[in-house]
């Protein structure tokens, strides 16, 4: 008898373009969900059940090109594939659907308030995250959740993601010598993180306090091994 196994006659991830290949339109789509990426990285330093892709392909039909979102979150999959890292996200070899999706609105919009959700809905990915710098009287963030198969706007800045235990909201801040409006991860007291440039900061002030301290006591730091 014939050992057939459909998922063997799939293409993987190595086979499929890792990417749409159309340029990203704002240097905020990249910046934005790295910032993210990269609070995260420290905060689950110690987990490798997640991942979180920067305008990676997620190929969820192998009759269909890829979506491309700003940025997605999964959770309960490998954080690191292999050494050479993943090329695409391909759900038919992950088996876990990303729980958030990112897309960051700029001067051409792209689906990101019809068909993007849309497809998104449909995929049953449970949260839909859509930052707009450029709006003026609507709220830049909107974050939606998925109830019976629509997504419904969570209110508040930030906003409190059960499933993933955190929050994500906007404030002015500065991440690579920028200072603007930026996307950041939060407690549940909606405490901000903060980035690894704020923590690299801190530890040096902390450092440069410490020398203080022991050259009034009359030690010379320098001298400390």
């Known amino acids: 008898m014939l050992n057939y196994n459909p998922l063997h006659c799939l293409p993987s991830a190595e086979d499929l373009p890792d990417s749409d290949y159309i340029p990203v339109d704002n240097e905020l789509q990249d910046l934005i969900p790295g910032l993210l990426k990269a609070i995260l990285a420290w905060l689950w330093t110690s987990r490798m059940d997640w991942f979180f892709g920067v305008d990676m392909g997620i190929y969820y039909d192998p009759e269909l090109p890829p979506i491309v979102p700003d940025g997605f979150l999964s959770l309960g999959v490998e954080r690191v594939f292999d050494e050479n890292l993943r090329l695409s996200y391909v759900l038919w070899e992950e088996k876990v659907m990303p729980i958030v999706a990112l897309e960051v609105v700029s001067h051409k919009r792209r689906g990101e308030y019809s068909s993007k959700k849309k497809m998104y809905a449909d995929m049953e990915i449970l949260y839909y995250v859509v930052y707009n710098p ?13 109830v019976n198969g629509e997504y419904v706007l969570q209110l508040g800045n930030p906003v409190w993601l059960t499933e993933i235990g955190l929050a994500i909201g906007h404030e002015r801040g500065t991440y690579q010598g920028i200072t603007r409006d930026w996307l950041y991860w939060y407690d549940k007291q909606g405490v901000r993180y903060l980035t690894p440039e704020e923590r690299a900061i801190a530890a040096e002030q902390r450092a440069d306090r410490l020398a203080q301290e022991l050259r009034r006591l009359g030690i010379d730091p320098d001298s400390l091994s």
């Open 134 to 146: 450029q709006r003026r009287r609507k709220p830049p963030l909107e974050v939606y959740r998925l």
